[in-house]
């Protein structure tokens, strides 16, 4: 049981011994407990009540979660996220646009400066928990943090520990200094902006300045058990989710926005694993979080049923639109952000498989949504076509998605996360296909995008279809199918897949043009993979190479 007491600002402290968390933070980075009231994992309902008193604009919605608002950062900011380099990390890290450099020195001022802000609130909130729900390899993070939201918003993503672990708890493998509220000092060394986020593998910290997103927390915590899985214990961390039917056999979804990962992962008749983050370890699969975090724009009880009834008391929404009197959401309004979210327990899903672990997966689906027509709706992968898509990570943006997109823009993210990963992406892509190789995983590409012609003048995939491919994936139909190879990408067609017309499963076939359009439209897809290739050559396997699309000269 976590004790609570309120303390009055200005009022002289209760001369009471200092708790152990107190000690560890005073001693390790200068928090004044003196003068700082400092409270650990504090209950759902005290984190309410300090987020409605404390923080302005903070209400609770009229299905109970807490609403909070993260200021004028509403997303990420990948631009302002940097690694420290130092000695026992600076080797293994794929330096470029995605992990920029940050000096030892130009950490330790921004870190100065985090604790100097977080010593000036009247109090301090501190979460411990775990990464990682397979205890061999979960790790211990702290974070610490003066909004009450961001404190709720990472009690539902990390796993949460019994009383019995929290009082055994130890030393933090990892610590986040959140002071968002407090701008870095843009006229310091390599700063770009009043926003800082920054990761230190050697000290085990993450400092945050300038940014009260609380998603910044979540994907940093998976940028770290990118670089920590991998290279401590050779386990494969991924950005996908996961779940596993009756007979305990699971798979593994990849894809970009808007592919439908969480549409085709929450399946009725199948145990949710996870939403977002895992790891592929030698007893096979676990989740990372002990949360969801799901998009709200649009959603409604229709559509996602289990994600619209998580949303109660314990979750928290962030930057919402609220009926001023109901206290109802208008999902549909985006005056504050297209990126409207919820956080919550995993448990909050009635069919989450708790504790979140799984077997080696049986199936291995990475989707793509096609906007020029020219992919199949499902292709068996070989190892080494997994290696080359999963390294592409393609998918296409169409317009009405953002603003200034008028035409179908090709996508590509590595390992379909790359803002995530801290190795280079061909390290991930060769212990994905070795694991495979192990555990006799099938591999398929599925495409939910347009089929018959290019988003202009055809029709996207009808879902019905697609999740009778994914139903043939898993009763074990697909595998044993008859196969014709389709050209340029050398991707293996089945034949027939039980409640699919023929006639859609090869794109030359149901092209609603001419022969020469689709040969052309075939031809400038495949070379958008091949100049994509060229970002990571220096590092790719011969084999991933080999596996890119022969586009004829």
């Not at 407090?182 to 926003?195: D, H, I």
């Not at 790891?279 to 676990?286: A, I, L, M, P, R």
């Not at 327990?345 to 906007?371: E, Q, S, V």
């Amino acid at each position: 049981m976590v004790n609570f007491t309120p303390h009055r600002p200005g009022s002289p402290r209760p001369s009471t011994p200092h708790t152990k968390v107190e000690e560890e933070l005073h001693e390790m980075a200068g928090i004044d407990y003196d003068k700082v009231s400092i409270h650990r994992n504090p209950s759902v309902a005290v984190l309410y009540e300090e987020a409605l008193t404390h923080e302005y604009g903070t209400v609770i919605s009229s299905a109970g979660a807490l609403c909070a608002y993260s200021g004028k950062k509403t997303g990420r900011s990948p631009k302002d996220k940097r690694i420290v380099d130092e000695e026992t990390s600076n080797e293994d890290i794929w330096w470029g646009p995605v992990n920029t450099k940050m000096s030892e020195r130009v950490f330790l001022i921004n870190r100065e400066r985090a604790i100097d802000y977080l010593n000036t609130r009247p109090r301090l909130y501190v979460f411990d928990g775990y990464a990682g729900w397979d205890p061999k390899y979960r790790k211990k993070i702290r974070v610490v943090a003066s909004r009450a939201y961001h404190i709720l918003f990472m009690r539902n993503m990390l796993i949460r520990p019994t009383e019995e672990e929290l009082e055994d708890f130890g030393t933090p493998d990892f610590t986040i200094f959140n002071a968002g509220e407090f701008p870095a000092n843009r006229y310091t060394t390599g700063m770009t902006s009043t926003t800082s986020v920054a990761v230190n593998f050697k000290r085990g910290e993450m400092i945050i300045l300038g940014t009260e997103y609380a998603g910044e927390m979540k994907k940093g915590i998976f940028t770290v058990m990118h670089y920590l899985q991998p290279k401590q214990y050779n386990v494969l961390s991924l950005h996908s989710s996961a779940n596993e039917g009756p007979a305990g056999d699971v798979t593994l979804f990849f894809g970009l926005s808007g592919t439908g990962k969480t549409t085709l992962s929450a399946d009725p008749k199948r145990k949710l694993i996870g939403d977002d983050e895992h790891c592929w370890s030698d007893t096979g699969v676990f989740n990372i979080e002990g949360g969801c975090y799901a998009k709200c724009i649009d959603l409604s009880a229709e559509k996602e049923p289990e994600i619209f009834n998580a949303i109660r008391f314990g979750s928290v929404l962030e930057n919402v639109v609220l009926d001023e009197e109901s206290r109802a959401v208008d999902y549909s309004d985006d005056f504050l952000t297209e990126n409207t979210r919820c956080a919550y327990p995993i448990d909050y899903i009635p069919n989450a498989k708790i504790p979140c672990l799984g077997g080696h997966p049986k199936n291995l689906i990475l989707l793509t949504c096609d906007a020029f027509g020219v992919l199949p709706p499902v292709s068996k992968l070989t190892p080494d076509q997994v290696m080359f898509h999963f390294l592409m990570g393609y998918t296409t943006k169409i317009p009405g998605t953002e603003d200034g997109i008028v035409e179908p823009q090709a996508t590509f993210s590595a390992c379909f996360g790359s803002p995530f990963l801290v190795l280079h992406p061909q390290k991930y892509a060769t212990m994905l296909a070795e694991k495979m190789s192990q555990h006799q995983t099938n591999a398929w590409l599925i495409n939910t995008g347009w089929v018959g012609g290019s988003a202009k003048n055809a029709k996207r995939c009808p879902l019905k279809y697609t999740r009778a491919i994914l139903d043939s994936i898993h009763n074990g139909e697909l595998a044993n199918a008859e196969y014709e190879t389709f050209e340029v990408f050398n991707l293996s067609i089945p034949t027939s897949v039980p409640g699919v017309p023929n006639e859609l499963l090869h794109p030359r076939r149901a092209w609603q043009g001419t022969d020469a359009e689709f040969t052309t439209a075939l031809h400038s897809v495949g070379k958008m993979f091949n100049d994509n290739l060229e970002l990571y050559k220096d590092g790719a396997s011969a084999e991933t190479i080999a596996a890119a699309p022969v586009v004829p000269v």
